[in-house]
């Protein structure tokens, strides 16, 4: 990683999406404040300024927020800790849970099963976007599981054919049971996180100091 000198400023990873809209008033309370423009549905920019001037923040898919901190391009973020078990990046470091985006990543298979017995099996095609986490789950169980990679209609995959099984995120449910699924097993809980690039967090106290303010934030909303 480059170092960021301490007259540029630092650079913020969000994930678009509904976890932004819990992550604002977060980042909000630590002093991280965005443009008008970043609340701009019609915006399609990527990246904004903060009301100090200090920051850029990057407004970027869920998965590519844990790329940019772990390869320095940005030096924080907010992510998963799904995300964060998938890619396991050694530079990432999470030391403030956010209590957000509160979910689960699950298994599930169709309510009626279609022409397999869940755990009897020793090999299992299964439709995810986790395919590092999955596998070693099943590898748990003593079942080679064969990944497919799915970025969306994962809940498809088993009446299709593609794969006896999915591994997806899971809030309330409703999304399987409408598409004839149910939950097998919870692999883990999830909740968002603020991530620090560790090489930024030794170099820049900057960062050290804004991590501070997320946990004085956290404290204070709890």
């Known amino acids: 990683m480059t170092d960021v000198p301490a007259n540029q400023p630092l650079i913020f990873a969000v994930p678009k999406g509904r976890i932004l809209e819990e992550a604002v008033p ?6 991280v404040v965005p443009e008008a423009a970043f609340h701009d549905k019609a915006d399609r920019s990527l990246s904004f300024a903060d009301e100090s001037g ?3 923040i990057f407004r970027v898919r869920a998965f590519d927020v844990a790329t940019f901190v772990a390869f320095g391009a940005a030096q924080m973020g907010i992510v998963g800790s799904d995300v964060i078990e998938e890619f396991d990046y050694s530079e990432l470091y999470a030391p403030v849970d956010l209590g957000i985006g509160a979910c689960r990543l699950s298994v599930a298979e169709p309510e009626v099963p279609i022409d397999y017995a869940y755990g009897n099996a020793s090999h299992l095609r299964v439709a995810t976007k986790y395919p590092n986490i999955t596998s070693r789950h099943f590898e748990k169980e003593g ?3 064969e990944c497919i990679k799915l970025n969306g209609a994962m809940e498809l995959a088993p009446s299709s054919g593609l794969a006896s099984r999915i591994v997806d995120l899971v809030s309330t449910g409703q999304t399987l049971k409408s598409n004839g699924l149910v939950e097998k097993d919870t692999i883990m809980q999830v ?5 620090v690039n560790r090489a930024a967090l030794k170099t820049d106290p900057r960062v ?3 991590v501070e303010r997320f946990r004085n934030a956290m404290a204070e909303g709890a």
Do not use: P
């Open 26 to 31: 977060v980042m909000e309370r630590a002093g």
């Open 54 to 56: 200090e920051m850029r």
């Open 143 to 145: 079942i080679q599981a």
């Open 191 to 195: 909740t968002s996180r603020l991530i």
């Open 208 to 210: 050290a100091a804004l």
